[in-house]
């Protein structure tokens, strides 16, 4: 992952390398060359995808696959200090430090209470919320109009499951996950989050930022602490972020970093509006694309 931006654009190259030195520590290495077990690790999963995302957009501003300032930024979890870094509200190094520490804190909120998450596919929202008021379970991100995840303990999510798929889902599919995140089982990690990002100098976004828990613009940097605070404990409300960026008037978008989902998340939330769509996740898509 990653290996072919650093290889390929000197812009790239810089990310990695401005990260290693933010972490004191060669992150870099672990991305491009594992082993596995050790990129699986929250603390060092979180800042490897993080860095590639950034190293994806430094490559794409300097081939010009970026050349239009865009009208929104928004990321889906972790992708939201991507869309900070973006909108010029964090510097690359206060990011890849608040993301490590964020991942410890999950893990350590994962330790201290069991737990897990729980895919349910083809249930209307109204059916989700019956499932977790019958389960113990609670929604963690709401990605689509028929794909909702749920987290709770282990034995919630189970519940969640066979509730779900008596109630008729295509799908309910337990996720290879550390724990219950954006719920409230990640409480231990908000306050910790509270106390780390009450040492960063944050700066107004440049561009509006749709967060994940309001899933409205955030403009001010008291907006943003507050959500990088609460985030990893409530719901990710990626449906609704993507339906108010679309009724303002956004008709493309552009993913930023590993992975595709939220280009078909979006097309499904938008498929009415048939939004033109563009995925930078690599050094040949982004050539393909400047």
């Not at 889906?76 to 990011?95: N, Q």
């Not at 201290?112 to 895919?119: D, E, I, N, Q, R």
């Not at 995840?149 to 799908?171: I, N, P, S, Y």
């Not at 552009?254 to 498929?271: D, Q």
Request: hydrophobic letters at 45%.
């Amino acid at each position: 992952m990653g290996r072919d931006l650093f290889d390929e654009f000197s812009e790239a190259r810089a990310v990695f390398e401005q990260a290693d030195a933010a972490l004191s520590r060669p992150l870099s290495e672990i991305i491009f060359e594992g082993p596995e077990d050790e990129l699986v690790r929250t603390i060092n999963t979180q800042p490897a995808i993080l860095v590639t995302s950034l190293a994806c957009l430094a490559a794409g501003r300097a081939t010009g696959a970026l050349e239009h300032a865009p009208a929104f930024v928004a990321g889906h979890s972790l992708g939201e200090y991507s869309a900070l870094v973006a909108a010029g509200a964090l510097t690359l190094a206060d990011s890849i430090q608040l993301v490590q520490e964020r991942g410890r804190l999950m893990q350590e909120a994962c330790d201290a209470a069991p737990s897990g998450m729980a895919a349910l596919i083809g249930l209307e929202p109204e059916v989700v919320d019956e499932v977790c008021a019958g389960s113990g379970a609670e929604v963690c991100n709401i990605n689509t109009d028929t794909q909702i995840v749920v987290g709770g303990t282990h034995e919630a999510v189970a519940a969640a499951v066979k509730l779900a798929t008596e109630k008729g889902a295509r799908r309910a599919i337990p996720l290879k996950v550390g724990g219950a995140f954006h719920s409230s089982l990640m409480g231990l990690a908000a306050e910790g989050m509270r106390a780390a990002l009450a040492s960063i100098d944050f700066s107004a976004p440049e561009v509006p930022v749709v967060g994940n828990m309001t899933a409205q613009a955030l403009t001010s940097t008291e907006a943003v602490i507050d959500e990088l605070e609460m985030q990893v404990n409530h719901a990710v409300r990626w449906r609704q972020s993507v339906e108010t960026m679309g009724e303002a008037g956004v008709g493309s978008f552009i993913e930023i970093g590993p992975g595709s989902a939220l280009t078909g998340m979006v097309r499904s939330i938008l498929r009415e509006a048939k939004p033109e769509l563009v995925n930078l996740n690599d050094a040949a898509s982004i050539r393909e694309a400047g």
